[in-house]
């Protein structure tokens, strides 16, 4: 089974404050992306690596940048967090397996509260 | 870039009867269209997709049906159960999924007893 994990079910920060929040993939997954989840909205692409050291701006990536220093991690940076960057964040990495080719496997989800 | 627009938000049917969400894409050149199930509290899972090179693909009690003329794409669950309430998102991509995934803003279905 593909296993995604992430740093925080729940977050709260503060207005300004640096925010890390890191996934982990366990299936030497090359592709990884970081959606933003909010009701009515459905889900956003912010950023997505398709190696170490590589990464694509999605949709939305004003206000966030990514890290990927090895390839079973991958992590979205706020700078400096605000009040409407308060939403569910969650990391996918992409099958490459024969029985999951494309499928993106999503990882639990990060609840952030901007205060 | 890609816009997938998705219809209805709700959606609300008789258990036994059949479901059907409405999805349509901008770009002509996406080329890959899933389909994902959110339970509450949840993480989203795949539950079925179509490539553009094929018009209909079926799984069990849900199919998928993809107009590329048109740009619309389409889930059919028939039969349904308690178990499919739940939030259905689409999506399309270029890549095969590879640079992301443009979704839907997703159908909260509702199987009423």
């Known amino acids: 089974d593909v296993k995604v994990t992430q740093s925080s079910r729940y977050l709260v920060k503060r207005t300004g404050e640096k925010v890390f929040l890191e996934c982990v993939q366990d299936?030497?997954?090359?592709?990884m992306f970081w959606y933003r989840q909010d009701p009515g909205l459905g889900l956003r692409l912010i950023y997505f690596?398709?190696?170490?050291?590589?990464?694509e701006k999605g949709d939305i990536p004003e206000g966030y940048s990514v890290s990927r220093e090895k390839k079973e991690r991958f992590s979205l940076i706020l700078e400096s967090a605000s009040t409407n960057q308060t939403s569910m964040y969650l990391c996918?990495?992409?099958?490459?397996?024969?029985?999951?080719?494309?499928?993106?496997?999503f990882g639990p989800g990060t609840r952030l509260t901007v205060l | 870039g890609e816009n997938v627009e998705q219809h209805p938000s709700t959606l609300s049917v008789q258990e036994g009867d059949s479901a059907v969400i409405k999805c349509t894409y901008s770009?002509?050149?996406?080329?890959?269209f899933p389909w994902y199930k959110q339970e509450l509290g949840k993480r989203p899972q795949l539950i079925i997709d179509i490539r553009s090179n094929v018009g209909e693909k079926k799984d069990q009690r849900i199919a998928v049906t993809l107009n590329k003329t048109a740009k619309h794409f389409s889930l059919h669950i028939t039969e349904t159960q308690p178990e499919d309430s739940a939030v259905y998102f689409c999506a399309a991509s270029r890549g095969g999924g590879a640079d992301g995934l443009t979704f839907g803003k997703g159908t909260h279905l509702i199987i009423q007893p």
């Open positions: 690596s398709y190696d170490v050291k590589m990464k």
């Open positions: 770009d002509s050149a996406s080329n890959y």
């Open positions: 299936m030497d997954h090359e592709n």
């Open positions: 996918a990495t992409l099958g490459v397996l024969a029985s999951s080719y494309n499928e993106q496997f």
